[in-house]
Each structure stands twice: as structure tokens, then as C-alpha cells.
């Protein structure tokens, strides 16, 4: 219940989603609380757990985790936008079938929020982002008071959701307990090396060039982390619309930094990023698409970049490679391809 409570008061929802909440968590409460009522497999010992992810990079916090004893769905695959995702017939009736839910939260999955509320009066529904200091979250000014929902951008606080998967597994099937503590620690570990070498990377940049143009803005958490001026076409969610005033401002700022690169996304069109270049042309500034990056998905399921690892990887090496840096040109570990 206090998953509920804690959407409500500390994460500023807007009145009308605050009234269904408010329903649905006295809803939860008459019928005797969400999460009591599981009947999971791993609960009574007989099998592995069901578990549905929204988006990958919350799915790949809950292989690591759950290890052996949980048997992980996602939800939205590679390229797929989770502001703009509706959820299906199909997602439905998996997210009904499943034994536990996560998701990310701070308004990243807006218009699955009902059907997530209402699964979460019969089943654990946990966002991973919610337990979060707000010390380790970004409020934009074009967000109205609301957070930026793209933490796992840096890795130094996405490793916090780690502890919060961890914890939602413990509560949920506690005779497992130990294994998905130690399994949490070891893959903090390897946040922990990412965030390492994405801060060496990017320090290879000439400071003018830490420059990072993007479809949207959805960086603001890797800028942070890494010392880079983050602009992006869109505002936070892709929902906005990028207007011609804001592809000028942006066009103006390649012409007087001289910035060199700029990047595309994986899951969002490029028609933006395209039309700065050509307004930079126009001007007698030539400006390349440094790569395209991964922001709201990560890259094909079975490959590196498919990991929460590899798409940071991928990121870093990609911006730092374009903007003038040096780095290995396979990453950190020397597994990235299509290079």
C-alpha cells in the first residue's frame, strides 16, 4: 500500500490521477491490501516467479536480481517509445497472468498508469524509481513540478533501483531472500565500473565540445553525470512538440559553440535532428549525426546493447567518439557492434 501513498505525496500527481489513486488505494485497503493477497508460484516454493517489466531497462534490473527464480516478460522491446506505449489486450491479460509487476514511474509509462493501478489491488505492482531520495532526481522547469523520469541515464543513481528490485523480491519470496541480495550487490558492482568509465570517457572530450544535442530530453540525468551541456529538440516526454522557435535557438547554439555532432535516438523520429542540421547548413556550419543513441529502449533483445550495460556503454562511446573524446571503439568491455 504505501507504493500508493508514496505516488500520491511525493511524486506531485496531477488532480485527476491523484483522485484515482486515492480510489483505488481505499479500494486496496477494503479488500484486505495488495500485496497479502499473491499466490505466486515462488511464494509457495513450487516454481519460478512470474514477473512483468515495463521497459527494458527496469526488466534487465529484475533478471540480474531475481537470477534462477524468476521468469521475466517485458512489456516494450527495442525502439519503442514508453510515453506514447499503450497498453494492449495482450499486455493486459500478461500483466493479469503475472505473479509481480515493475515499471519505472515518475510518469514514464503515463497511459498505463490505470491499468497498473488497478492490477496493483490484487498483485504486488512496484515502481522501482518511488523509494528514490529525491536528492537523486532532476526537476525540470518544463516539467511543472513534476520529475524527470529518465534516471536510469546515470548509472550512479539507477543503481538505487537496483536496492528497490531487490527489496520488492525479498518481501514477495522471502525464502530466496540471500540470493537476490548478493545477485543485487553484483550487479551494483558493474553499475558501479559503468559509471566509472563513462566518467573517464567523456573527461576526453575538449570541454567546448561537451556539447550533447538530442531528439528529446531525455539526458539530463547522463549530463549530470557527466559534466555535458544536454539540449534536446523535444521537452521531456515525446508527447511535445518541437516548434520552429526552439530548432532555431538550437541552430544558433551549433553555429556559436561550434559544436560538430549531433544525435539521433532509437526510438524517436529523426526529422528534428535532420532539420538542425539543415539549419546549420544553411548557415555555413556543417554538422554531422554523430550516431543514434539509445534513450527510452535499449537495443535488440540477445545483443550487448540489449542490456542496461551495454546501452550506457553504447551511449558513451557513441557521444564521445563523435564530440572529439577518445575511447576504446568497442566500449568499456569491448563487446559493442555495428561499429
Request: net charge negative; proline share 4%; charged share 20%.
Amino acid at each position: 500500500m504505501s507504493d500508493w501513498f508514496h505516488a500520491i505525496y511525493r511524486r506531485r500527481l496531477p488532480l485527476p490521477q491523484l483522485a484515482i489513486f486515492g480510489a483505488l488505494a481505499i479500494a486496496c485497503v477494503l479488500h484486505l491490501g495488495c500485496h497479502d493477497q499473491s499466490s505466486s508460484a515462488a511464494a509457495k516454493g513450487d516454481g519460478r516467479a512470474r514477473a512483468v517489466a515495463t521497459v527494458g531497462m527496469v526488466a534487465d534490473i529484475v533478471r540480474n536480481v531475481g537470477g534462477d527464480h524468476v521468469d521475466v516478460v517485458q512489456l516494450m522491446g527495442s525502439g519503442v517509445d514508453p510515453h506514447l506505449y499503450k497498453a494492449t489486450r495482450d499486455d493486459v491479460e500478461t500483466i493479469l497472468n503475472a505473479d509481480i509487476v515493475f515499471y519505472s514511474g515518475l510518469m514514464l509509462e503515463g497511459k498505463m498508469i490505470d491499468t497498473l493501478v488497478k492490477v496493483g489491488r490484487n498483485k504486488p505492482v512496484y515502481s522501482v524509481t518511488e523509494s528514490l531520495d529525491e536528492a537523486y532526481l532532476l526537476e525540470p522547469p518544463s516539467l511543472a513540478g513534476h520529475y524527470d523520469p529518465h534516471v536510469w541515464m546515470d548509472p550512479s543513481a539507477w543503481s538505487h533501483a537496483v536496492d528497490a528490485v531487490a527489496d520488492a523480491l525479498t518481501e514477495f519470496d522471502p525464502p530466496h531472500a540471500d540470493e537476490y541480495r548478493a545477485n543485487a550487490e553484483k550487479y551494483r558492482k558493474q553499475l558501479d565500473q559503468l559509471h566509472a568509465y563513462g566518467k573517464q570517457a567523456i573527461a576526453t572530450i575538449p570541454s567546448a565540445s561537451r556539447v550533447l544535442v538530442t531528439s528529446h530530453d531525455a539526458f539530463n540525468y547522463f549530463g549530470r553525470a557527466y559534466g555535458l551541456d544536454v539540449e534536446g529538440v523535444q521537452g521531456v516526454s515525446t508527447e511535445s512538440e518541437a516548434g520552429l522557435q526552439r530548432i532555431n535557438e538550437l541552430v544558433d547554439l551549433l553555429v556559436d559553440r561550434n559544436v560538430k555532432a549531433v544525435f539521433v535516438e532509437s526510438s524517436v523520429p529523426r526529422k528534428n535532428i535532420e532539420a538542425i542540421v539543415d539549419g546549420a547548413r544553411a548557415r555555413g556550419h556543417e554538422v554531422a549525426i554523430g550516431g543514434e543513441l539509445y534513450s527510452d529502449a535499449m537495443g535488440a533483445p540477445g545483443t550487448y546493447e540489449g542490456t542496461y550495460v551495454g546501452m550506457i556503454d553504447h551511449n558513451v562511446t557513441t557521444a564521445t567518439q563523435a564530440l572529439g573524446g577518445q575511447v576504446p571503439e568497442t566500449g568499456m568491455q569491448g563487446k559493442l557492434s555495428g561499429r
